[in-house]
């Protein structure tokens, strides 16, 4: 039986990642074993040498000593400096696996999130590893639970003490080889607190490796038998020498340098120097044959080196440990307070909207849309006149103000006709740093209800979508009961009063009709109508301001209409008028027709609620000279070949000189994406595309 002494090498590396898989920690060690395989040879008088210590807590020299068969010699020691594991591991958890292009990482609170983890290994060695085993939790909130079949390996759910987990093992990962595992689950989410994703552990052996520079090797002396054979030659005073070695060990040895020397009168004379450097299995032996000359038998003396031969078996050990990831969750609530919550059928009265939207979650809210519907007979608010506030632990934050965080800010349509209903969109982004947890945003403006009828129910629902950074599915809510603007019916009381008497001259007479509305709200689009007898006709009407009149023929008689926009609560209003003929004058009693909101006064209320400012067409008419030097001026920086940064800053400059509204914001907006892009010049396509853009910003300023 042949041996070889074994220097076993044992390193162990230890990883510990953060929940964003960086590393948190990571430790090193090693062992190093010298063996003694044999089952009767010895070895003594052992010396190691590492050679290469940097980065250990090794000597270079180990003094080692004896080892009895069957024995060995430990050394432990620390590896410091580990940049990173071996075995390459990532994992990517995506809380809305169908959009495709970015991984999402927030949670929606009660929905159904359609999740992705993926388990990614990577072998950058030129060596296998073998030996791999992962196991990641699953906490329960995940569920439909379909793992793919990995590329490597066998992978399954399991249970262990209560616990799911995924058990993935892999017998070799090849040379620079990857392997992927997918598990595709659910995940509804009922608690509005950060959810932990779960642990991941990772074991891997990789034999033939080292993490540390060493290169032990020892030296030292086993069994051996050694001699020298003297015969005397054919011719006196010469020996036919013969110099041996065996090797009485189960070890090879090497044979590296044999010494025979001569004792004389004059001292030592060396006869053999010989270096076979030859490998001997057990008992083989080396022998070498000289002659000496010596009238007596020579003294002889040897000088023999030789060593145990030995191998190097090395592996690593490796252990990574992932502490879990906890993602947010994404949750709000919108209420709508309506103040007053109930007004006057058939009055006018104001109001005011609050949307109070609060961040309920662990997420912050990046991006938000706010879809907020007015019914008819409401007069909607101005855009200006919309507040848009976010109150936060650190203070208020004024975002109708802040033109960099308003994407789209519009009703629909573009008028304040009480006669249609309207809806306000508003679009919000670049919204993390402030609509943090606990903190909310509260919308307001004001709202005219113009003459409702107590038989309508007038919904106003409203929703929000809210997003993170990471734009994923949207987080849809509403009120959980849709808002109602109520009507209380309240009784209309009206009340004529007329008087006929004789006028100045023969034949004329003065009427007087005195309409009272006696009720608390107002009367819109009244009619006034008086019969003028045969024979008669209308000679003078008093004028009274709100006060239109006409006269008309109707089976041969006329009558006058008189018509009024409103009448307040509370309030009358007299009509006089004067009419000749011949006789007396007949007494009829006037009709009064209250027709309700009509279109003249619809667009009464509306002027009344326009802007004291003028509008965007209103400053084109009044300075179109100096908006065409404006789009000039933008034209000849063009022209000059500019970089966008240049020209965006020009832009800027304008603002002051602009009319005030939406397409200032968009045309500012514009001007800071220009900026974004700094010194890409402003040449072929692209010119074309900016001076394109430009046209379309004169053109709503036109």
Known sequence: MTDLIIIDITEKENTLLDDMQQIKEITGSGTLVVKNPSQKSRLWNLEGD??????????????????????????????????????????????????????????????????????ELTNPLEIPISNIIIQRDIPSI??????????????????????????????????????????????????????????????????????????????????????????????????????????????????????????????????????????????????????????????????????????????????????????????????????????????????????????????????????????????????KEISLNIENPEGEIKVHEREELIEQMTIEPEDQDPDNSHDILVKLDNLAKYFVPNSKMIMTYDLLAKNPKPEVKYNTPVEIRANTSIPGKFFVISPPEEPIIKIKYVKRKLKTLKSIRPGMSAGEFDITIRVQNKGAVELENIEVIDRIPSGFKLTECQETEGLNYEVKSVNNESEIVFSMDELKGKESVSIKFTCSGEGDYPRTEPTVVVKGRSAAAAKKSAESMQPTGPSVSEVSKRKEGELHEIFLKIDKKINSGINARQLGETLESLRDDLPPGPVLHQFMRFARDLKEKADKMIVGSYEDEVRAKIEEFKAKYS
């Open 50 to 119: 590492v050679k290469e210590n940097i980065n250990t807590s090794l000597q270079k020299k180990l003094d080692i000593g004896l080892i009895n068969p069957g024995e060995e010699y430990k050394n432990e020691y620390n590896v410091e400096e580990l940049k990173g594991p071996t075995l390459k591991v990532e994992e990517t958890f995506d809380t809305a696996r169908s959009i495709l292009d970015r991984v999402n990482k927030a949670f929606l609170y009660n929905n159904n999130n359609e999740c992705k983890l993926k388990i």
């Open 142 to 383: 995940f569920q439909n639970l379909e793992l793919s079949k990995p590329s490597v390996g066998e992978a399954k759910v399991v249970e262990e003490g209560g616990k799911r987990m995924i058990n993935w093992k892999v017998d070799s990962l090849g040379a620079n080889q990857t392997s992927q595992l997918t598990l595709l689950c659910n995940a509804m989410v009922n608690e509005r607190k950060d959810q932990a994703l779960g642990e991941l552990q990772v074991n891997y052996l990789i034999e033939g490796y080292q993490r540390t520079m060493i290169n032990p090797g020892v030296r030292g002396l086993t069994d051996s038998l050694s001699g020298v054979t003297r015969d005397e030659g054919a011719n006196p005073g010469t020996w036919d020498c013969n110099v041996e070695f065996i090797n009485e060990s189960e070890f090879q040895v090497r044979l590296e340098e044999v010494e025979v020397s001569h004792k004389i009168t004059t001292g030592d004379e060396v006869v053999v120097s010989e270096q076979p450097n030859n490998e001997l299995n057990p008992d083989d032996f080396w022998d070498h044959d000289f002659q000496v000359e010596s009238p007596n038998v020579p003294q002889l003396e040897t000088k023999i080196t030789f060593t145990p031969l030995y191998k190097v078996t090395k592996r690593v050990i490796g252990e990574i440990k992932k502490e879990s990831t906890f993602y947010p969750v994404l949750s709000s609530e919108i209420e709508k307070v309506i103040t007053p919550p109930e007004v006057d059928a058939y009055a006018n009265t104001d109001m005011k909207i609050k949307n109070i939207i609060p961040n309920l979650g662990t997420a912050n809210i990046n991006s938000i849309e706010i879809f907020d519907q007015l019914p008819k007979d409401f007069i909607p608010p101005q855009l």
